[in-house]
């Protein structure tokens, strides 16, 4: 049974919209507990109260903790999901913008700044797995963690910790076609799907039933998109069409048309300039709403689909019946494309008996270049990041299809030193 739940990084914006989905869906699961951990005190005081309140408010499905102890928070715990930040949005924005300087894309997931990403979020992981280990080794692992594929890649190959890696933007993507091509809100999808987070494939796609077919190329990106996202639409299109009709995900234009990015972000700042501006109001809400009997959340960081997908996954977990769920987990004959070792993001069955893998389709074969660099990319980052050698860095860095020279990977690890100074761990040790 899954009774007791911890949310590692629970004083985020993310994390009232989370504990709304899990109050929503409290009839699909065991959930007795849920348990806050950050260190961001004072925003970690604000979300328990709203959340408290939410559960009260709700006829309290669950009892809701909150603590700044990273060894209390894993006591006992039979399920923790792992969405913190480590080096918050200062780091963030270094993230977005240092590769710029090299007309690189700046992005927390690709590039330059994702590996800078894995470079701080790893070692923060393998610190938190170790007290899971000793105080709660049975615990199932949920890592929302960016870069989800190298973070759950290096929990895989240095940890026996149960881990599974969620990415809801398989959904985001879907959901924007459906929008795109005039379908009815909430409506239901099929599709397949094969190859690495932010790297997948989606093939065999089927709105309302219907097959998308040709129809989707000419689709204009939904309103509501702002210009990077519009940018991402319109090329994801293109791509599928010179990839026989297949999808990719929407991270796939980055590698496909870099300099469009870098002109843009130079042009009209960083997301996490435009988050910032905005974020004290969602605590001010936050503040508001946990002094009402009744709270209205209204407004929280993040789609329903992050907090939807994560309490789809536990509820599954939860349930005799399996259900299939686009996950991120260790290849073992998945995908034979891949090595078995390999995280890779796939439809798989979801049951209280764990994680049954499904036969996973093809890349199509003009992206396998691609996949293949990422790949090799992915599992050196995975080991960089986690052991902090100088040289493996580099050579990690180098894989990376957006970098792609020692050269370069060399220059931004030296610009890194000074930009990030002491938030890289690897760095305050070894450079």
Request: proline share 6%.
């Amino acid at each position: 049974m899954l009774r007791n739940f911890l949310i590692v990084g629970g004083a985020s914006a993310y994390a009232p919209g989370l504990v709304s989905s899990l109050i929503r869906e409290s009839h699909r699961h065991d959930l007795e507990l849920i348990r806050l951990f950050d260190i961001a005190e004072e925003r970690l005081d604000i979300v328990a109260r709203l959340c408290r309140r939410l559960s009260e408010a709700a006829g309290k499905p669950f009892r809701v903790e909150a603590t700044t102890d990273q060894a209390r928070a894993v006591e006992e715990i039979d399920i923790l999901l792992n969405s913190s930040r480590p080096g918050g949005f200062e780091c963030r924005q270094i993230d977005e913008t240092l590769p710029l300087e090299f007309d690189i894309p700046g992005q927390e997931t690709v590039g330059p700044g994702g590996f800078f990403f894995a470079c701080r979020s790893i070692p923060a992981a393998l610190e938190l797995a170790d007290h899971v280990a000793r105080k709660s080794p049975e615990a199932i692992w949920l890592n929302y963690t960016n870069p989800t594929n190298i973070v759950g890649q290096a929990l895989h190959d240095h940890t026996d910790l149960n881990v599974i890696s969620l990415c809801d933007q398989f959904d985001e993507d879907l959901r924007a076609l459906a929008d795109a091509l005039g379908f009815p809100k909430n409506t239901d999808y099929q599709l397949r799907c094969s190859g690495l987070n932010h790297a997948t494939w989606y093939r065999d796609i089927r709105i309302s039933g219907e097959a998308i077919g040709e129809r989707a190329y000419d689709a204009q990106p939904p309103e509501y998109y702002d210009e990077e996202h519009k940018r991402r639409f319109l090329i994801s299109a293109e791509m599928a069409r010179s990839h026989d009709g297949i999808w990719p995900n929407s991270y796939l234009p980055y590698y496909e048309a870099p300099s469009q990015f870098v002109e843009l972000a130079k042009q009209r700042g960083t997301r996490t300039e435009a988050i910032l501006q905005g974020l004290n109001d969602y605590y001010k809400h936050f503040r508001e709403e946990a002094e009402k009997s009744s709270p209205e959340l209204k407004h929280y960081r993040g789609s329903s689909g992050f907090g939807d997908m994560a309490a789809d996954v536990i509820a599954a977990l939860s349930s005799d019946e399996p259900t299939e769920l686009v996950l991120n987990i260790p290849n073992r004959g998945l995908n034979d494309e891949f090595d078995d070792a390999t995280v890779v993001e796939a439809f798989v069955s979801v049951s209280r008996a764990g994680v049954q893998r499904n036969s996973a389709p093809p890349i199509p074969e003009k992206a396998r270049p691609l996949l293949d660099q990422l790949e090799i990319y992915q599992r050196r980052s995975a080991q960089a990041a986690a052991g902090g050698d100088r040289d493996e860095m580099v050579r990690a860095l180098a894989e990376n299809p957006l970098v792609d020279d020692s050269s370069t990977a060399g220059q931004l690890l030296r610009r890194a030193d000074d930009a990030y100074g002491g938030a890289l761990p690897q760095f305050s040790t070894n450079l």
